[in-house]
């Protein structure tokens, strides 16, 4: 529905002028309401050429604070997002807590054709499940998130391009794909009706009849301030546990019943790691000529031999093709995003590979145990997770992920070992003991995300680690093979 | 000098392979110390076309940590650096305190003619220069940096050219650059010969034979280890005060002396603020147009304004073309890094604006005051700072610098204000007032900052800021004459 216009077509300059500026007071107030209360807010445009997308944008930004926002035109996005998968650009660049992000184009933009592919009929459903559940998850983390879409008709399209092709200092904005689109304007309009109705029902969208630019203007105060104030009020009312908080998992218990001795014979083991090293080497030029990316996710018990085991891996890769991202606790910066929002910018390039030691999946275990999260925010990661790595598969990402398996008895003669080797001391401390008092929960939980995020496009092998040479074995044996079959 | 190739050429492989796998161990040991101590590591790699920089660097991680390391190639650098002075690149890829940064190409690559473009002697004189000066400010910083050059002979490269070409798997490797790169062979040895003249004073260059593999590989070996150790040896003897720590500024009070009371009529700040609005935004434009960067700084006593000055400048400007910049604390990471890296990461790209409210003068200001640095590295920034301004200059920056100044009555006044509306009492805290009480301190630091900063390239203006409006239209008005001055 298009909002209906509003102040009066006859109504005075200084009319429109009053109403603006009472608009503009309420905006700025709402502003440091929003700062206060810590709320993320997105503000999108789309719309079609010329509707005036950036002339709005200047008059949003116009009374408020500049140190509290950021404008983002496709030009940066691009820049972030080169051969990534599309989100990255638009994810890494969700405002922190109390912070507003406005977005002159959208991840919208990139999916329509004369985007950045043009799409078939399997990538369009793709990208529909992938953008909706960005603003989903971007939701669920408390974002406030308001989409325009502008309106003209072809008609007045057509005349101010003519406009802006009259004046000299303007006639660049206008290209021949401007021209087409004007030429093909029924389609385009079938376009973004078929993307608006596809798209509003996590997040409406606001569609403004911009053919009158201080009605188009009115719209746009009044929406924002609505969309605040609603905000706001639904803060400061009592939170109701959602349907996911209600949900429970029942553990199996399968985790305990995994035995992880698994044996190789050193010599076998030497013969292996090279034949596989090997093999790795040149598969990695190989996924560089194809330009597939690769995303690898070590995750195990503490001493399980997570750093070793990346050790064999990649110790014969051309060190220009992978990179190994070791994940500590999140910065204050990180926390006033969605947890998701730190790996967005590690993602590989296409024909790289990054080796994740630990991973988002701290969010279902270490931050689940301690508490560093709500039990609604930990539940719904599994959700999160399982579309952010559909997103990557989308793209084309190549992604396994192992959990090395050791037991207790196992991991007590490591840590022990390592108490009394002074080079070895500084591998472990207290909370390492800690955690493995903890040992009951954190199999309930790792039993859960096993489980949860086991997918077929992101599968979960579990390496049986309490042999160290077994265990780097099985992992290289598995990219290997893996590569091969995604390289044919 | 060329260093001497170590193991004789008869020696056998396995003879080789005994004297690597020591030279191996005794690394993976000091990489666990550099870890400990946390000193920064860079290793960069120049050198002739085929002369095996990427085998090198593969054989040097290969007993690495892989966690501990990062390896940039020149792709990965450009991808930061687009239409920004060429050292934002590196800058923002300088390790953190305790890992190492692995450089397949450095800085020299891009000054080499075949590089980002070709330079006139002044632009190689600019080079030089910002390139000495990046590398000591690292080094002052307690980066160890090592720099390796590769050589081969004319005929050598020709050899090894003609061998990839040969196999289908490396024929893409030799383009037709390198063969020119051949045919040139001796102006290219001069130019590297001066490059490495100019650049050996700082951080001396280690040249390697690179025509015998295995002795190149020992050769690199043995310095990497060499070189660590010496740092090693000498962050363990006591620290002699450096010269700089010796000098002192004398103030002279001329801040005092400056009267902040300067006054305008209501009337004449309304319309003057209109004028220079519209200026400064149609001079936005022709920024882009020309892709000329602007960079803003804003310095001044708390309350002085800094906030609704930044918001008048920018009030009418296209927002997509310019980005405020708020600056607080250091975040844990930033403080592993020398103090500058976080700025790198801001700086504009060419055609935009980037204003900072706060800057790197905080090293200078708070950090000195608070005692959050040494003497030594305060003392030091005032060179290091204009150095960093003076490689944005080098590429084209416009910089600016605004001291907001009040007195300490106005101070006063403004503090008191705030706590009475509780719509601003978040602007003020327990810090402010604290910071309120070493006025005198301040004022000292803020005199010797804006004497040895105030360069012509990068001057400062004082602004008197008693009165608001009077501050504003002063800002405004020396943004506007400045920009249309240099965009004739």
């Known amino acids: 529905m298009l909002e209906s216009t509003v102040p009066k077509k006859n109504s005075s300059k200084d009319a429109y002028k009053k109403q603006l500026k009472i608009l503009q007071n309420k905006l700025v107030e709402l502003q440091q309401k929003v700062c206060q209360m810590n709320i993320p807010v997105i503000i999108t445009f789309e719309g079609f050429s010329a509707s005036g997308k950036g002339s709005l944008i200047g008059k949003l930004v116009y009374p408020l604070d500049p140190r509290t926002f950021t404008v983002y035109t496709m030009a940066k996005v691009y820049e972030d997002a080169q051969l990534r998968p599309f989100l990255c650009g638009f994810w890494t660049k969700t405002p922190a807590k109390g912070r507003i992000a406005i977005f002159d184009k959208s991840w919208y933009s990139i999916g329509q054709s004369g985007g950045l592919y043009n799409l078939s009929s399997r990538e369009k459903a793709n990208f529909y499940y992938d953008v909706n559940a960005f603003e989903k998850n971007l939701l669920d983390d408390g974002n406030l998130i308001i989409k325009f879409f502008l309106h003209i008709s072809k008609e007045e399209q057509r005349e101010r391009f003519k406009q802006l092709e009259r004046n000299e200092e303007t006639r660049?904005?206008?290209?021949?794909?401007?021209?087409?689109?004007?030429?093909?304007?029924?389609?385009?309009?079938?376009?973004?009706?078929?993307?608006?109705?596809?798209?509003?029902?996590?997040?409406?969208?606001?569609?403004?009849?911009?053919?009158?630019?201080?009605?188009?203007?009115?719209?746009?105060?009044?929406?924002?301030?609505?969309?605040?104030?609603?905000?706001?009020?639904?803060?400061?009312?009592?939170?109701?546990?959602?349907?996911?908080?209600?949900r429970s998992y029942k553990p199996t218990g399968f985790l305990k019943k995994i035995n992880p001795n698994c044996e190789i014979s050193s010599e076998k083991y030497e013969k292996e790691l090279e034949y596989y090293q090997e093999k790795a080497r040149k598969l990695c030029y190989k996924l560089y000529e194809k330009r597939r990316p690769v995303i690898?996710?070590?995750?195990?018990?503490?001493?399980?031999?997570?750093?070793?085991?990346?050790?064999?891996?990649?110790?014969?890769?051309?060190?220009?093709?992978?990179?190994?991202?070791?994940v500590a606790a999140p910065s204050k910066e990180e926390l006033s995003h969605h947890y998701l929002w730190r790996f967005y910018n590690k993602f590989p390039k296409d024909g790289h590979i990054a080796i994740f030691d630990r991973s988002w999946y701290g969010r279902v275990m270490v931050e689940r145990i301690e508490g560093f999260c709500t039990t609604g925010e930990w539940q719904r990661a599994y959700s999160e997770i399982n579309d952010c790595e559909s997103h990557l598969f989308h793209h084309g990402v190549i992604i396994l992920k192992f959990w090395l398996q050791i037991d207790q008895d196992e991991?007590?003669?490591?840590?022990?070992?390592?108490?009394?080797?002074?080079?070895?001391?500084?591998?472990?401390?207290?909370?390492?003991?800690?955690?493995?008092?903890?040992?009951?929960?954190?199999?309930?939980?790792?039993?859960?995300?096993?489980?949860m995020t086991n997918t077929k496009i992101a599968p979960w092998v579990i390496v049986?680690?309490?042999?160290?040479?077994?265990?780097?074995?099985?992992?290289?044996?598995?990219?290997?093979?893996?590569?091969?079959?995604q390289l044919q």
Request: charged share 35%; proline share 4%; with cysteine.
């Open 296 to 326: 690898l996710v070590y995750e195990g018990w503490d001493a399980a031999g997570k750093g070793g085991n990346i050790k064999r891996l990649t110790e014969r890769l051309d060190p220009r093709g992978y990179e190994v991202i070791p």
């Open 172 to 246: 660049w904005r206008v290209n021949e794909g401007d021209w087409e689109q004007n030429r093909n304007y029924e389609k385009k309009l079938k376009e973004y009706q078929q993307m608006i109705r596809k798209t509003d029902s996590n997040c409406e969208w606001t569609q403004i009849n911009a053919k009158d630019k201080r009605s188009a203007t009115i719209t746009m105060y009044k929406t924002i301030i609505e969309k605040i104030e609603v905000e706001i009020k639904n803060r400061q009312s009592p939170a109701v546990p959602s349907p996911t908080e209600l």
């Open 411 to 451: 991991q007590l003669k490591r840590f022990n070992a390592r108490m009394e080797n002074p080079l070895k001391q500084h591998k472990i401390n207290d909370e390492d003991w800690r955690n493995r008092e903890k040992w009951e929960q954190y199999e309930e939980a790792v039993e859960e995300m096993l489980t």
């Open 464 to 485: 049986e680690s309490n042999n160290k040479k077994y265990a780097r074995i099985k992992v290289l044996k598995h990219v290997v093979e893996t590569l091969e079959n």
